[in-house]
């Protein structure tokens, strides 16, 4: 197992000194689950929510968390991020929305941290947007599932 690279050797919380690494351009994809009765998901797919549109207010929400990722997870580096996109994949009979967020940046560190935000945060709106006609909703398997680095462009 890797060390903890956010603890210096009196065990104390540090941000870790990227400065000695190359910029490079890094991806991360991460995924998560938003589970709600498949008369719910009708209702969001058909635009019938009150609150409005949903999955075009999460995307933008999960937009928002990515960019904001390094003020509300302590030790993150802020990061110059160079796209940020936000699928919503419904599963109608099963009252399952996958969530994905892809997330670049050129820099001396990954994005994971944003691209889990991004899920997060969208997933956490469209709770918000329909929990008044489903409040059963279930938000699961949030994880990282790609990471990439390339000194090329063309990730």
């Known amino acids: 197992?890797?060390?903890l690279t956010h603890i210096n050797k009196k065990g104390e919380s540090r941000m870790v000194d990227v400065s000695h690494k190359p910029v490079v351009v890094r991806k991360a994809?991460?995924?998560?689950?938003?589970?709600m009765e498949p008369e719910t998901l009708e209702i969001v797919l058909k635009g019938e929510v009150p609150k409005g549109e949903v999955f075009n207010t999460a995307r933008v929400a999960g937009i928002m968390a990515a960019k904001k990722t390094?003020?509300?997870i302590p030790l993150c580096h802020p990061l110059p991020l160079t796209a940020i996109d936000l699928r919503f994949y419904p599963v109608p009979d099963d009252g399952l929305v996958v969530i994905e967020a892809a997330v670049r940046t050129a820099a001396r560190t990954g994005v994971e941290m944003e691209a889990l935000s991004a899920v997060a945060a969208a997933?956490?709106?469209v709770y918000d947007m329909a929990k008044a006609v489903d409040k059963g909703m279930r938000?699961?398997?949030i994880r990282l599932v790609e990471k990439t680095k390339s000194d090329k462009s063309e990730l």
Do not use: F, Q
């Not at 994809?29 to 589970?35: L, Q």
């Open 139 to 141: 938000i699961d398997n």
């Open 70 to 72: 390094s003020e509300i």
């Open 123 to 125: 997933a956490l709106t």
């Open 29 to 35: 994809i991460a995924r998560g689950e938003i589970r």
């Open 1 to 3: 197992m890797n060390e």
